[in-house]
């Protein structure tokens, strides 16, 4: 049956050409088989009388042998078709990868904000986890258009603007997980009860202090780093 199958997809096609490959390197094998097959009636008949029907065996095997050449072409054919398939997806990639970028770089969080409120830091916090879900979609479908582009071993078209989105969403995420921290810790610290917090009061200096140190290693460009500062100085006033 999986002679006369036209893969549908990579993956199927991957799967049948080792399913024939594993098939081609039994042929020599099974034809040994079949010929003792005959030697063995032909002796029969000689020395027993025996006859032993075989007349389907050699039509049955010559359609085998069509079948295994037929699906050999089938699968040229329908690798061409496929190859169509790619091009085609890397046309739809490379066009969805430039209109990400776009927005990316339109929309990412700005280091121009001088004045960041507690809200909008919260908000762009929000932002960034959608931006990296749907970073980490796009990535996951082109790193599956490559695997199939190596199989084919079609060109490989330039995806680098990949790399640099990657690494800008890298360096936001690592900025706005500090803020994701921060706000964990500051939450640790608010939701106490108000006599069980002015027991605290010491506890709530060490937050400040703590969380001072930890800014001393973030640049003092950064937008994250300057909001976290000016809501310890707020807080500590």
């Avoid at 490959?21 to 020395?47: C, D, G, P, Y």
């Avoid at 042998?65 to 091009?87: H, P, R, S």
């Avoid at 690592?174 to 009061?201: H, P």
Wanted: charged share 35%; with cysteine.
């Amino acid at each position: 049956q999986m002679l006369t199958t036209k893969p549908k997809t990579v993956g199927e096609m991957s799967g049948m050409k080792k399913s024939w490959k594993n098939i081609a390197e039994k042929r020599k094998e099974v034809q040994k088989i079949i010929r003792r097959v005959f030697e063995l009636s032909v002796l029969l008949r000689q020395k027993a009388g025996v006859s032993m029907d075989l007349s389907t065996l050699k039509p049955r095997w010559e359609t085998f042998i069509t079948a295994m050449g037929g699906f050999k072409n089938a699968m040229a054919d329908q690798k061409d078709a496929l190859k169509g398939n790619i091009e085609k997806r890397i046309r739809e990639e490379q066009h969805g990868l430039d209109i990400f970028a776009k927005r990316w770089t339109k929309n990412k969080p700005s280091s121009d904000n001088k004045e960041m409120t507690t809200s909008m830091a919260n908000r762009i916090l929000e932002e960034m986890a959608d931006w990296n879900q749907e970073f980490e979609e796009r990535r996951a479908s082109i790193n599956e258009l490559k695997s199939d582009i190596e199989a084919f071993d079609m060109n490989m078209p330039d995806f680098s603007a990949m790399d640099h989105i990657e690494k800008e969403i890298s360096e936001q995420q690592q900025a706005w997980g500090l803020y994701s921290d921060y706000v964990e810790d500051l939450e640790k610290m608010t939701t106490e009860a108000w006599v069980a917090f002015r027991a605290r009061i010491f506890a709530f200096d060490d937050f400040c202090v703590n969380w001072a140190k930890k800014l001393e290693d973030v640049s003092k460009e950064d937008v994250v780093g300057k909001h976290i500062s000016n809501e310890l100085r707020r807080n500590n006033v």
